[in-house]
């Protein structure tokens, strides 16, 4: 028989098989996002070709975007001329850049900057969900360049921040993307996502190496475990992952959700942009945060016919997921490096990423047995065409 599974009153998704027990005719289907309105434009003095955004947090109804502003007058990405800008909103659409006067540029003495340095190339905070969290750190940021490390920051306000170490916290891995940590309700302590270089299977041959993702716990946020690569179902395609946005599903904290960005590092599609590479997004589910289901490999949010978005590095998804409505909100980097860089929102219905779907021809299913608390089962589904 059958075990069955308990899943109390928590929202499931069908994004994997795991509550699947038989098939006929109908596969997990990826649902794609509907693109909706551009909500920031990357169009302040300081914010220069290398601007693009990180992360978007929920704080009880104000909904924070922290971004990587890189000032035109010097692209490095070692430099100082990087910082992380700031932009909120209350439902998600209209956004506004506060003037904070945290950090000058120019002959403006009020900026949307809060903080500036070349670790803001990928400062990515979160607000800390950990019951046992101080005040003065309710929300918490890792940032990093290799070989320095990957360094911890803590803020009481999520605007005026400060170095929770003076050493690296983290110093395997490559570091020099979207780094990106939160509180795990089921491990009961910190998880990070980093990136690292993996060089299988010939570590002789660079060529062959690809972006990836690892992911490291900790109990205090400053002492981490060894990086664990991440793991991948069976003839998932060897790509670079560059980004990772790796979150908790809101409503269903047991599910993690990442969407990488994907990068083709060696494709040129649009001879005037002098940077090679072209770049698009997917969507991995996981339920323990290690091993990972890569069933959807064709991209979440496609760069259409907008040849800004055929060009390197962008369609970068930002790390976050906040509801609007009866919605989830989300938010992609579109057209980085050209004039009109911006983010735009993407939605999806609650918890309706993927689903469970036939053809016209029909086709059943059956869960295996479930065990509910509650007086009630609601079930999404759709009969239409």
Not at 39 to 68: A, K, Q
Not at 361 to 380: A, D, K, M, Q, Y
Request: charged share 25%; hydrophobic share 35%; glycine share 8%.
């Amino acid at each position: 028989m059958t075990e069955s599974l308990h899943i109390g009153n928590r929202v499931e998704t069908f994004v994997d098989e795991y509550l699947l027990a038989e098939k006929n005719g109908v596969e997990i289907t990826l649902n794609r996002p509907e693109r909706r309105e551009v909500v920031v434009m990357h169009d302040e003095p300081w914010e220069g070709d290398g601007t693009m955004g990180v992360s978007v947090v929920d704080d009880d109804g104000t909904f924070r975007m922290y971004y990587r502003a890189t000032f035109p007058e010097n692209q490095n990405d070692r430099s100082e001329a990087q910082a992380c800008a700031y932009a909120e909103s209350t439902d998600g659409v209209h956004w506004t850049k506060p003037r904070f006067g945290f950090v000058a540029y120019g002959g403006s003495p009020k900026t949307n900057l809060l903080l500036r340095g070349s670790m803001c190339i990928n400062f990515a905070p979160f607000r800390d969900t950990n019951p046992d969290c101080p005040a003065d750190s309710r929300y918490k940021a890792i940032c990093g360049l290799a070989p320095e490390g990957v360094f911890a920051y803590g803020s009481a306000d999520g605007l005026r921040w400060r170095l929770l170490s003076d050493e690296p916290v983290m110093t395997k891995g490559a570091f020099d993307t979207m780094n990106i940590a939160f509180f795990d309700v089921n491990r009961k302590a910190y998880a990070a996502y980093t990136r690292y270089i993996d060089l299988t299977p010939d570590v002789s041959d660079l060529s062959l190496s690809v972006r990836a993702i690892q992911s490291s716990v900790s109990d205090d946020f400053i002492r981490w475990t060894d990086p664990v690569p991440n793991r991948y179902s069976a003839g998932a395609p060897r790509e670079h992952l560059y980004t990772n946005a790796t979150i908790l599903c809101p409503g269903a904290e047991h599910m993690y959700f990442a969407f990488p960005m994907r990068f083709v590092p060696e494709r040129h599609k649009v001879d005037e942009h002098l940077k090679v590479g072209v770049s698009d997004n997917v969507m991995m589910t996981s339920r323990d945060g290690v091993t990972w289901d890569r069933r959807f490999l064709q991209s979440w949010v496609p760069a259409g016919l907008n040849p800004h978005c055929w060009t390197q590095r962008s369609l970068t998804p930002l790390r976050g997921i906040v509801k609007t409505g009866d919605e989830f909100s989300m938010y992609v980097t579109e057209n980085y490096m050209w004039s009109d860089m911006c983010v735009r929102r993407v939605t999806v219905p609650l918890y309706r990423f993927a689903s469970v779907a036939a053809a016209r021809s029909g086709g059943e299913f059956t869960t295996r047995p479930i065990r509910l608390e509650g007086r009630e089962l609601n079930i999404n589904y759709s009969t239409g065409g």
